[in-house]
């Protein structure tokens, strides 16, 4: 694994409060235009609800709200970027998402102490493309919640 | 050569192999003399042993061989049947489960079977099976089966020729043709085998007629066989010139052709086939006797009498059904595929209406009615008979009575009854535990039996069927009932209810009791049951399944275990209701009735809303604030959908009623466990979403 990271990287780019986050594409299902999302009550804040995604029952996450970062109004560019990890099927709620590069391997370092406003726990690195910051984000951590990290600790 | 690929294959044909084993040797116990049965058996054991040895799995072939070797001493009258032989072989089938499991979890199908081994080679030997059962096995010093005998299990000679076969051959012999014996050996790595049996039948076409092979044509061209076969063929050509001609075929190991003598086939034959001769013209006067269905069983000692069917039978049954295996994640996806169709269906549905064409109203109305009758087919594929199931319980019951020392006979019927797959996979412990249960503590012991004026012999009966929405699977036995007094004594003792409440119980209540957890009405441990699981564990898986389960019972005639089901898990009728701009799906299994109360109706009690709702004060739930659906304003009446959990009412609380629907239940995935009183989702016709309610979760 130590050895893959030092690869390059192919990435969906989207953005968030004025900002450029990338996932690795494997890690990628699909991007979706918002669709009306039923509300799942009691359950976490930034968990927005479930969409009907071809058929399979989707749950959605708000990466604003998980961020804790100011809440907007969805418009016409905000996207759902949807998620595997591990087993998971999740869709997350982010301002746009339209670009999709590379990352030399050399162009990534680890996490700073402060990054922005989001918390560093979240970010796996960031990747300085000349004029460009991305911010590489840690998925499994972004969508554990308390249940899930005892479910890991169980397990793993 | 990769084999992965066909592993699967090889997992789900050797089950069905071991189960016609199981399912012969059944039958074979009652029936000793019938051959056919064992030629069954024969068949069955043979594919396998090809099969495994063809997938690389040593330890199963080798096994399988020897069991075969006992099975055709069998064949050849050399040994009896009885249940003792049969026993170790039972303990051989045993075993090539274990290894078929042990290979479909990953392993290498190997296993320890010396012990078995030993034993089955001892029958072989014409041992005492009392002695083998007993005897201490030392293995190392048993390690001669004779090569004659070890090569009898392999087709390479013909046996059984009818009437017409032989005169063929007698002419055959007398006009100046030779009759050869073949037998050709395949190479192991050979690919396509039924082509080049092919290929073989049409060389020796061209140079003469072919009487006869072993195995039969049809078994050689599904490739029933290992790597050999003979054929007896009529020719004018020489020895050399047949084998070289068959050697041109490739892929071909070695062909041995030999001289076939009539003269000494038919003395051969006299002295094993004379007694197989009147054998079969005794039995058919046995065959009057009353005929028992195929699906029945006795599962004790009794000395085996009935010839149970025409050999024939057993032949058509395995070309009836052409079926192919579908792994359930494909029918999974496709099911999937096929509700976005619905969903966009009711989309077109609207648009037609609105546009108001008569052409695409046409066509979109033949596109509903068509997909309709997809769905049916969709749901039906993943219905499966519930014979499945019931295939294992022959044997267990066969052994439990022998455990037990009891008489008994099953008794199934419905086995064709189909159910949803999700449904069979779970079905099966709680029916294990029933069965169990009504041989341990319902059938009595003979002697007890007959003292009570019944035959010694007990029946338990196993029947599934259809009603309606659901399925019912029945557990009965005609044994001892269950006891009221006793129930209530062992409950009082135990603290599930007082002395009090035990005055007023009805006996349907008092059965229900033996569910509750921790309750065991046996009065000592044995080996069957009473290990500290008790019924309630079957309650619970039954009731998992949405389902419910029943007891009647007559003290001294018997006692019935009825299951209820639903078809299937996959879809659900549920009520839809909505609670302010929100909509939730209610299971119609949960729901009492659906009332409108007036706001002025309602009352306090405990600082709770309550209802008075046929006499009965009921507790209600507005969904809005457990779901903290967002208000925005409230009615003068309320509508009202009463659940109820075991004999707990509630009523809940919701604003309006849409109706009911059947809907596809899903999961809300592996992110969302566990959320609080939902227990699923699914996708209504405008594409949206829409939470199922777990109604049990919202009545304390």
């Known amino acids: ?156 | 050569m990769e084999m992965s690929q066909y592993l699967e294959v090889f997992i789900e044909e050797s089950k069905e192999h071991l189960q016609t084993v199981n399912d012969s040797l059944l039958a074979l116990e009652k029936n000793p003399q019938d051959l056919s049965i064992v030629n069954e058996i024969f068949r069955a054991a043979h594919t396998l042993k090809g099969m495994s040895a063809t997938m690389g799995y040593q330890d199963l072939a080798n096994l399988t061989h020897i069991m075969e070797n006992v099975l055709d001493a069998v064949r050849n009258h050399q040994i009896e049947v009885d249940s003792n032989i049969l026993d170790i072989v039972f303990d051989a089938v045993d075993d090539l489960e274990a290894m078929v499991t042990d290979i479909s979890a990953g392993g290498s199908g190997e296993r320890n079977v010396e012990v078995v081994v030993e034993k089955l080679k001892r029958i072989e030997q014409g041992e005492k099976p009392a002695d083998v059962q007993h005897s201490n096995v030392d293995v190392t010093s048993q390690h001669n089966i004779s090569v004659d005998e070890e090569n009898a299990s392999l087709p390479d000679t013909i046996s059984d020729l009818d009437e017409f076969e032989l005169t063929v051959l007698q002419e055959s012999d007398e006009r100046g043709f030779t009759n050869f014996q073949i037998l050709v050996e395949l190479r192991e790595d050979c690919l396509l085998k039924a082509a080049r049996v092919y290929m073989v039948f049409e060389v020796l076409e061209q140079i003469g007629e072919v009487i006869k092979s072993n195995p039969a044509v049809d078994q050689l061209e599904e490739e029933n066989f290992d790597h050999t076969f003979s054929i007896l063929i009529v020719s004018e050509e020489s020895n050399e010139e047949i084998k070289n001609r068959i050697e041109k075929v490739s892929e071909i190991e070695s062909v041995d052709v030999k001289e076939f003598s009539i003269n000494q086939y038919q003395n051969n034959s006299q002295s094993n086939g004379q007694d197989f001769k009147s054998e079969q013209e005794v039995v058919p006067s046995d065959s009057e006797k009353e005929l028992e269905t195929t699906t029945s069983s006795v599962a004790t000692m009794t000395p085996p009498q009935e010839k149970t069917e025409e050999p024939s039978t057993t032949k058509q049954q395995t070309s009836q059904n052409k079926t192919i295996r579908v792994n359930i994640e494909r029918l999974d996806v496709l099911m999937n595929l096929f509700e976005e169709l619905v969903i966009d269906r009711g989309r077109l549905e609207q648009i037609s209406n609105d546009l108001d064409h008569t052409e695409l109203e046409e066509t979109v109305e033949r596109m509903s009615r068509i997909s309709g009758d997809l769905q049916n087919i969709i749901l039906n594929m993943r219905m499966v008979p519930v014979e499945q199931v019931f295939n294992r319980f022959p044997r267990m019951v066969r052994q439990l009575a022998r455990d037990l020392n009891k008489k008994v006979n099953l008794d199934i019927s419905g086995a064709e009854t189909e159910l949803d797959r999700t449904v069979i996979d779970e079905i099966g412990d709680p029916l294990v535990h029933l069965i169990r249960n009504s041989l341990d503590h319902g059938i009595e012991s003979p002697d007890h039996r007959v003292q009570q004026g019944k035959t010694d012999e007990g029946t338990l009966s196993l029947e599934a069927y259809h009603s309606g929405n659901h399925v019912f699977i029945e557990v009965s036995d005609d044994g001892g009932g269950i006891n009221r007094d006793k129930v209530l004594d062992k409950a009082i003792s135990n603290g599930v209810i007082t002395q009090e409440q035990a005055k007023g119980l009805s006996n349907q209540q008092v059965f229900d009791l033996i569910m509750e957890s921790g309750f065991s009405t046996a009065d000592k441990v044995s080996d069957v049951s009473g290990r500290g699981v008790g019924l309630d564990v079957v309650k619970n898986t039954i009731e998992s399944l949405g389902g419910t389960i029943t007891i009647d019972s007559k003290l001294g005639e018997g006692s019935v275990f009825s299951i209820q089901l639903p078809l299937t898990l996959s879809i659900i009728s549920v009520m839809l209701v909505e609670v302010q701009q929100e909509k939730y799906a209610i299971p119609l299994s949960s729901i009492i009735e659906t009332a409108i109360v007036k706001k002025d109706d309602i009352m306090h009690a405990h600082n709770k809303k309550v209802i008075d709702f046929r006499g009965r004060v009921v507790p209600l739930v507005f969904l809005k604030d457990v779901l903290d659906v967002p208000v925005e304003e409230e009615e003068d009446y309320y509508s009202v959908v009463l659940v109820r959990k075991g004999d707990k009412t509630a009523g809940l609380v919701v604003d309006s009623f849409i109706g009911q629907q059947e809907v596809v239940l899903k999961s809300l995935g592996n992110y969302l466990t566990n959320v609080f009183a939902i227990s699923g989702a699914t996708i209504l016709g405008d594409g949206q979403v829409a939470l199922i309610l777990d109604s049990n979760a919202l009545i304390k």
């Open chain 1, 1 to 156: 694994m130590s050895e893959n990271s030092l690869q390059d990287e192919k990435v969906i780019v989207f953005q968030l409060n004025k900002e450029e986050y990338g996932v690795p594409v494997q890690q990628v299902g699909s991007i979706e235009r918002m669709q009306h999302i039923t509300r799942v009550p009691r359950t976490s804040e930034f968990v927005k609800g479930v969409i009907n995604l071809r058929g399979v029952v989707t749950p959605i996450i708000d990466l604003r709200t998980r961020f804790n970062l100011e809440q907007v109004e969805y418009n016409e560019s905000t996207r759902i970027i949807i998620v595997y990890i591990v087993d998971m099927e999740v869709g997350l709620i982010v301002d746009e998402a339209n670009d999709v590069i590379d990352i030399p391997s050399e162009a990534i370092e680890p996490a700073p102490e402060v990054v922005g406003t989001v918390e560093v726990e979240y970010i796996r690195g960031v990747a300085k493309l000349e004029k460009r910051l991305l911010i590489l984000l840690d998925l499994p951590k972004v969508l554990s919640f308390e249940e899930i990290n005892e479910l890991m600790t169980v397990e793993g």
